[in-house]
């Protein structure tokens, strides 16, 4: 059975710092690219930061750029995503997912979400 198992989540103060961790059974992310989705209140979920399979390239949306980064830990089969200097618009429900496509559409698999607030 495969399975993404995040953590991590959390309410934070704006400036503070978050690290959020996928970790897989069933599967080995190494064979794939990892997306990271948020979804705010009355949004779509999307693809926000991205780690390929291939190359190791990453990706960040202009929004999170400087701020969150992306990694991989092989042997323990987790991407991790440290986001840093958090600001309440990062508010959403975070996801990680085997694609890397904007919505997340086709056949994927999905953390089951964690809750990240930025609040004072």
């Known amino acids: 059975q495969v399975q993404l198992v995040q953590s991590g989540g959390g309410l934070v103060q704006p400036g503070g710092s978050l690290r959020l961790s996928c970790a897989a059974s069933?599967?080995?992310?190494?064979?794939?690219?990892i997306g990271w989705f948020r979804q705010a209140p009355g949004k779509e979920r999307k693809m926000f930061s991205c780690?390929?399979?291939?190359?190791?390239?990453?990706y960040y949306t202009g929004s999170v750029k400087g701020r969150f980064t992306i990694s991989r830990d092989n042997a323990k089969n987790t991407v991790y995503l440290q986001m840093n200097s958090l600001k309440p618009e990062d508010t959403a429900v975070y996801y990680c997912?085997?694609?890397?496509?904007?919505?997340?559409?086709?056949?994927?698999?999905w953390g089951q979400g964690t809750q990240v607030t930025v609040s004072s």
């Open positions: 997912a085997t694609t890397c496509t904007d919505y997340g559409s086709g056949y994927n698999y």
């Open positions: 069933g599967l080995t992310l190494d064979d794939y690219a």
């Open positions: 780690t390929t399979n291939s190359d190791g390239t990453t």
